[in-house]
């Protein structure tokens, strides 16, 4: 029986020939990922285990941006938590203030992770690089002690459902409709320890940022990791952003997956979910009437370059509507400065934006963009579980770039069509 692209990537990195769904194996490992919440819970473990140093200085990479700039007393000692073990042990990629972005997007960006990579991350959403056709997954932070430590990491082979995507999206419909209409119909637990792989003549259509960002939300059904096949688009854009070398694997023609679902991408439309899960995804003939208080747009799901564009495009000569707060996160340094550079940022403040330093703060409810009891929020992030963003009497509605834009000048859930 052949193998699935992820079932190809960890039988190179365990040393076997083949492996099947159900296989327990131990994989080398080319990063492990840590950041301001999860690293200090790692460190502590890596110095229980008492070893000299890190399996390899260029392979660990510590990125504080869930709580910074710090925005407590006990957020900075987390940060000084990290700041000490990356200076002790001489850490490579430890990204400070000024030079950090939101993990998922800075990693790429700097050219760590290519395709055929194996990487960990004590963040749920390292699942993002599988848009490069790397095998990247979530992790408890003890895993990542010990990945720091050895450079392993076991895994179960998982399961896999092809999605053979076709057509191409229609204007002001992105990935994030994609994602989202995809969980609408597998639900949260569709792809419960399961490698969601994207394939298809419809995949080439889709930008790499469309890319990032359904393999960013792979988690959210559930899914061990998301990967999408390597084309020219994926090695135009690693040849732009990393010297490294990388392995393109494709599945097998006769490889097993627990389910084949075709999507027509054109069929795909604006889609929204609703509170209080991923899976509530609505379309706008199901939105009604909902008055909103905040948007969002950024995160380590939608904080890209194409993301602000798009934004700006729906805003270019309009303004968000009074008492609507809109804040806007570049997701990293480079982003901000394009965006700066080519006019985004300045039609977006022009609309009545606010544009803040690449955080994941509001996404967790963490800070610059918490919310009270009542408010509601239409958001580009990841996560709509209770009280996501605040209160847990508030409401987060997880929507694309173009529809949040649309939803800041009317102050309800809106599609992009209703304000150009």
């Given at each position: 029986?052949?193998?699935?692209?992820?079932?190809?990537?960890?039988?190179?990195?365990?040393?076997?020939?083949?492996?099947?769904?159900?296989?327990?194996?131990?994989?080398?490992?080319?990063?492990?990922?840590?950041?301001?919440?999860?690293?200090?819970?790692?460190?502590?473990?890596?110095?229980?285990?008492?070893?000299?140093?890190?399996?390899?200085?260029?392979?660990?990479?510590?990125?504080?941006?869930?709580?910074?700039?710090?925005?407590?007393?006990?957020?900075?000692?987390?940060?000084?938590?990290?700041?000490?073990?990356?200076?002790?042990?001489?850490?490579?990629?430890?990204?400070?203030?000024?030079?950090?972005?939101?993990?998922?997007?800075?990693?790429?960006?700097?050219?760590?992770?290519?395709?055929?990579?194996?990487?960990?991350?004590?963040?749920?959403?390292?699942?993002?690089?599988?848009?490069?056709?790397?095998?990247?997954?979530?992790?408890?932070?003890?895993?990542?002690?010990?990945?720091?430590?050895?450079?392993?990491?076991?895994?179960?082979?998982?399961?896999?459902?092809k999605f053979n995507l076709t057509g191409k999206l229609n204007k002001y419909v992105s990935g994030k409709d994609l994602i989202l209409h995809i969980i609408g119909m597998i639900g949260v637990d569709g792809a419960l320890y399961k490698s969601m792989e994207f394939t298809g003549e419809g995949m080439h259509t889709l930008s790499m940022d469309d890319r990032f960002t359904v393999a960013n939300m792979a988690i959210e059904a559930g899914a061990k990791n998301g990967v999408?096949?390597?084309?020219?688009?994926?090695?135009?854009?690693?040849?732009?952003?990393?010297?490294?070398?990388?392995?393109?694997?494709?599945?097998?023609?006769?490889?097993?997956?627990?389910?084949?679902?075709?999507?027509?991408?054109?069929?795909?439309?604006?889609?929204?979910?609703?509170?209080?899960?991923?899976?509530?995804?609505?379309?706008?003939?199901?939105?009604?009437?909902?008055?909103?208080?905040?948007?969002?747009?950024?995160?380590?799901?939608?904080?890209?370059?194409?993301?602000?564009?798009?934004?700006?495009?729906?805003?270019?000569?309009?303004?968000?509507?009074?008492?609507?707060?809109?804040?806007?996160?570049?997701?990293?340094?480079?982003?901000?400065?394009?965006?700066?550079?080519?006019?985004?940022?300045?039609?977006?403040?022009?609309?009545?934006?606010?544009?803040?330093?690449?955080?994941?703060?509001?996404?967790?409810?963490?800070?610059?963009?918490?919310?009270?009891?009542?408010?509601?929020?239409?958001?580009?992030?990841?996560?709509?579980?209770?009280?996501?963003?605040?209160?847990?009497?508030?409401?987060?509605?997880?929507?694309?770039?173009?529809?949040?834009?649309?939803?800041?000048?009317?102050?309800?859930?809106?599609?992009?069509?209703?304000?150009?």
């Amino acid at each position: 029986m052949g193998m699935t692209m992820t079932q190809k990537i960890l039988a190179k990195a365990a040393g076997l020939d083949s492996v099947k769904a159900g296989d327990l194996i131990m994989a080398n490992l080319n990063l492990v990922l840590g950041n301001d919440i999860t690293a200090p819970v790692a460190i502590r473990e890596f110095d229980k285990l008492g070893v000299d140093d890190v399996f390899d200085k260029k392979k660990v990479a510590l990125v504080p941006d869930h709580f910074t700039p710090n925005k407590d007393i006990k957020s900075a000692e987390q940060a000084k938590v990290v700041r000490t073990f990356a200076h002790e042990f001489d850490i490579e990629n430890y990204f400070e203030v000024g030079e950090v972005g939101i993990e998922h997007a800075l990693l790429p960006e700097k050219g760590l992770v290519v395709a055929g990579d194996v990487v960990i991350g004590a963040d749920s959403h390292t699942c993002t690089y599988g848009a490069l056709g790397a095998f990247s997954t979530g992790v408890g932070s003890t895993d990542m002690a010990a990945g720091m430590a050895t450079g392993k990491a076991w895994f179960k082979v998982p399961e896999a459902i092809k999605f053979n995507l076709t057509g191409k999206l229609n204007k002001y419909v992105s990935g994030k409709d994609l994602i989202l209409h995809i969980i609408g119909m597998i639900g949260v637990d569709g792809a419960l320890y399961k490698s969601m792989e994207f394939t298809g003549e419809g995949m080439h259509t889709l930008s790499m940022d469309d890319r990032f960002t359904v393999a960013n939300m792979a988690i959210e059904a559930g899914a061990k990791n998301g990967v999408f096949e390597v084309d020219d688009l994926t090695r135009e854009y690693m040849k732009e952003h990393s010297v490294r070398e990388f392995v393109e694997f494709t599945a097998d023609s006769d490889a097993e997956y627990s389910e084949v679902i075709d999507i027509d991408l054109a069929t795909v439309p604006h889609t929204v979910a609703f509170p209080h899960l991923p899976e509530n995804a609505r379309t706008p003939e199901n939105w009604g009437d909902v008055a909103i208080d905040q948007v969002v747009i950024g995160s380590c799901t939608n904080g890209r370059l194409t993301d602000l564009e798009h934004a700006a495009e729906i805003l270019k000569g309009k303004k968000v509507k009074k008492g609507i707060r809109a804040i806007v996160f570049p997701a990293t340094q480079k982003i901000y400065l394009d965006a700066l550079k080519n006019g985004t940022l300045s039609t977006l403040v022009e609309a009545g934006c606010v544009i803040s330093a690449p955080t994941c703060g509001p996404c967790l409810g963490g800070h610059m963009g918490i919310l009270a009891a009542g408010e509601r929020c239409v958001s580009t992030t990841n996560r709509n579980f209770l009280g996501r963003m605040g209160h847990v009497e508030s409401e987060v509605y997880l929507a694309s770039p173009e529809v949040a834009a649309a939803s800041a000048i009317t102050g309800k859930i809106t599609a992009p069509e209703e304000v150009m």
